[in-house]
Structure formats: structure tokens, C-alpha cells
């Protein structure tokens, strides 16, 4: 018995008109001529219907022109326009073409939202990347905790561990924008190769803890009042070498006068701190 219900099922479907097995490539219309319904067949990718089909005519199908496209098989009398190129923000991921719409993305360092591409945010110094930034979330950015520090402005760099003094060298303190700074200067040392590594030491610590362009200028003006000759052409870094790094003994005294003027007195009692002998007792 059950072998005869299979039989008559096999035969019931290849009874079926080829057009109806194929229904996805195929749509129901009117022909305009004599109201009768009608099966006509789809167009396509990359083409679009000219004109229906009728009792007499198959579906007239027409390739879609420059910057547009049908992705699918349609029956649709024209073809869909693509988007617009992509913005200087953006990169293209697919071209235009008859059968594909335009697909931009946004570039390394954007990410997307509502369709539009805004740069990651930059993470101040002090805090540093907590998640990273892709092409559809915008970077999270967290304090440094006790411990680290960041000393950029970035939309990428994490938080950096503090930098471990060797037993010999002397620690200043880094905090949540500043590594610790391990020093070779012995400051209560009188003797004329230990003033010129503190020296030295002393423009590296600077270079180090100016936070702003603005800083720096401040500096760079004072140090050009005290050494009018032949300083014009140097920048900050090469004019302290010379007036600091490469002087003994008198270092210290020059570059704290700078700070002085400059009005970075914060710095000046840093440097006082660490670097001269009544600082450091």
C-alpha cells in the first residue's frame, strides 16, 4: 500500500508545469492585452525588465546602465541607483557594478556610526587604551592606574608599567603621566666627572617632563636670553647640552635660572630636589 501512495505522488508531481518547479525565477502577471493571467520569467542579476511578458512574448530583459544594479533575480522596470563613492574617510571594499551595489567602509583609525565615520577617540596623557578602537567601536579609554603611566596623547597605546631603577641608580618617582626616571647623577658628589653626568642627566630630565609645546617655547626664550650668542639656530634639546649637559660646574645654576624666568616652577623644584646637593640632603 504504501508503495502505491509513493507511485501516485510521483506522478502528481511530474505533472507539474516546469514553470511552477521553478517559481523563484518566475512571477505571476496580467497580460495587458487580454486580462489573462500569465507566468512570466524573472530577469537576471544585472538586468531589469523592459517589458512584461504576454500570452505570445517572454519577459523582456535589459542590462542596468553605468552606476546602477540588480543583485538579484527581479522583476523590476528599473534598475537600483549605487551609493555615492566612498568619502576621503572611507575605503572601498566592493565597486560598483551591475550586479553588486557600491560598499565602503571606514578607514583604520574611524569607526562607524550612524553611516558615518568619526575618527577613534584620543586618549589624553594619564589615561591609556582600554579597548581598542576597530571599524565599528570607538576606543574606551581608562585611567593608569598606581603603578603606570602614559605620556601620549593616543587612540591606541595602553597604559605602560613604571620602569624598574637598577640598585644603583637613583629613583624619582614617575606618576600617571611620567616613567620613573632613573638617574646615574650622585648630587652631593663635588667631583668633575659626577657635576657633568648630573648635568647631562638633568637635560634629560627636563626634555622628559615638559608636558606642552608651550612649555617648551618658555624655556627655549629663557635660555636664548642667557646665551644670545649663537643660539638662534638651536633647539631646545642641543641648546641645554650646551648650556647645561656640557657645563661645569655651574649646570645647575644656569638651568635652574631658565626655569626660573620661564616660570616652571614646578620643574625648578624638581630639578632643586634631585639634582643639587642641598636638594638631596
Request: negative net charge.
Amino acid at each position: 500500500m504504501f508503495m502505491m501512495y509513493v507511485a501516485i505522488l510521483l506522478a502528481a508531481l511530474s505533472a507539474v508545469p516546469c514553470s511552477a518547479q521553478h517559481s523563484a525565477h518566475t512571477y505571476p502577471w496580467k497580460d495587458a492585452a487580454t486580462g489573462e493571467a500569465v507566468t512570466c520569467d524573472k530577469c537576471p542579476p544585472g538586468m531589469f525588465v523592459g517589458a512584461h511578458c504576454s500570452r505570445q512574448k517572454p519577459t523582456l530583459c535589459q542590462p542596468c546602465g553605468d552606476s546602477q544594479y540588480t543583485e538579484f533575480w527581479n522583476y523590476i522596470e528599473e534598475c537600483l541607483v549605487c551609493d555615492y563613492a566612498c568619502s576621503e574617510v572611507q575605503e572601498e571594499v566592493h565597486a560598483c557594478n551591475a550586479t553588486h551595489n557600491r560598499v565602503c567602509r571606514c578607514k583604520e583609525g574611524y569607526f562607524s556610526t550612524f553611516d558615518f565615520c568619526l575618527r577613534h577617540t584620543v586618549c589624553p596623557p594619564g589615561e591609556g587604551v582600554q579597548t581598542a578602537g576597530t571599524r565599528e567601536r570607538d576606543v574606551e579609554c581608562e585611567l593608569c592606574e598606581e603603578g603606570s603611566f602614559s605620556n601620549v596623547s593616543s587612540s591606541t597605546a595602553a597604559c605602560q608599567t613604571h620602569s624598574v631603577c637598577a640598585d644603583n641608580q637613583t629613583l624619582i618617582p614617575g606618576d600617571d603621566i611620567h616613567d620613573t626616571f632613573c638617574s646615574s647623577c650622585r648630587a652631593n658628589s663635588v667631583q668633575p666627572r659626577d657635576i657633568k653626568v648630573c648635568n647631562q642627566e638633568m637635560v634629560r630630565f627636563v626634555l622628559g617632563r615638559l608636558h606642552t609645546g608651550k612649555q617648551t617655547q618658555k624655556l627655549l626664550r629663557a635660555l636664548r636670553r642667557v646665551n644670545r650668542a649663537g643660539s638662534a639656530g638651536l633647539e631646545l634639546s642641543a641648546l641645554l647640552d650646551v648650556l647645561v649637559g656640557k657645563k661645569s660646574p655651574s649646570g645647575l645654576e644656569v638651568l635652574l635660572d631658565a626655569l626660573d624666568r620661564a616660570r616652571l616652577h614646578h620643574l625648578h623644584r624638581l630639578v632643586t630636589k634631585w639634582f643639587s646637593a642641598q636638594g638631596s640632603i
